[in-house]
């Protein structure tokens, strides 16, 4: 099974509609981050949490929110999506415990805004 | 302010050929950490390695290997007798202070390895 799991995989919505992006880890990882991807400019960091009562901004949070249900999971909610939404979403976790400062990812959540 | 350039948009080479995909990053820390992620064309991010702002020893596995060089702020990532399964997007990444916070990845070059 994998390590970080998102749903939904792929969605198409329309403009105005709230949606929400989840994230669940088995990792034992203290960090969650959500990311967006988008052609020609890599990722760019929308949020991430540090542990469970730690939200922090990123660099495009604007139009997003997120929640920190537990330490396993972390939700990414479009309160009303806008086309320029549209996107490849990652989640990724890290465990900065043990010193090891990478971030495993999950498979992606391709979202389309009508 | 982190930044990481990745100026090769697109590389195409042919099966067999050494490729050599450079990343330049800017940080103002002292202690700091970079990162090669690879995108296959199924989409997931697979983390490659990290290495560490104090560890300037260049790192081999397999047909992959680093050079970090302080000096020139620079991490490039060599493949050497590339193959067709190393068709990918491939990214790298700087975090500051200890890797605490964020990464900030540059925009990737698309390697395309032809038979």
């Known amino acids: 099974d994998a390590d970080v799991t998102q749903t939904p995989r792929n969605r198409i919505t329309k403009t105005g509609k709230r949606i929400m992006l989840e994230c669940s880890q088995t990792k034992g990882h203290d960090r969650m981050y959500w990311y967006r991807q988008d052609p020609g400019l890599g990722l760019r960091l929308i949020y991430y949490?540090?542990?469970?009562?730690?939200?922090n901004k990123g660099e495009i949070s604007d139009g997003y929110s997120v929640s920190r249900q537990a330490q396993a999971k972390f939700s990414l909610s479009l309160e009303s999506a806008i086309p320029n939404q549209t996107a490849l979403y990652f989640c990724?976790?890290?465990?900065?415990?043990?010193?090891?400062?990478?971030?495993?990812f999950g498979p992606g959540t391709r979202l389309t805004v009508t | 302010a982190q930044k990481v350039t990745q100026a090769q948009t697109e590389i195409s080479v042919v099966e067999k050929e050494d490729v050599t995909l450079d990343c330049v990053y800017e940080?103002?820390?002292?202690?700091?950490?970079l990162f090669w992620y690879k995108q296959p064309p199924s989409g997931e991010l697979v983390f490659l390695i990290r290495r560490n702002s104090f560890d300037e020893q260049n790192e081999i596995s397999g047909r992959y290997s680093w050079n970090f060089q302080k000096s020139t702020s620079s991490f490039n990532f060599t493949i050497t007798a590339s193959q067709v399964v190393d068709s990918a997007v491939y990214f790298c990444?700087?975090?500051?202070?200890?890797?605490?916070?964020?990464?900030?990845f540059g925009k990737g070059t698309k390697l395309t390895v032809n038979p």
């Open positions: 940080t103002r820390d002292t202690t700091y950490y």
């Open positions: 990444a700087l975090s500051e202070r200890g890797g605490s916070e964020k990464l900030v």
């Open positions: 990724a976790t890290s465990d900065n415990r043990q010193g090891a400062y990478e971030q495993y």
């Open positions: 949490s540090f542990d469970v009562k730690d939200i």
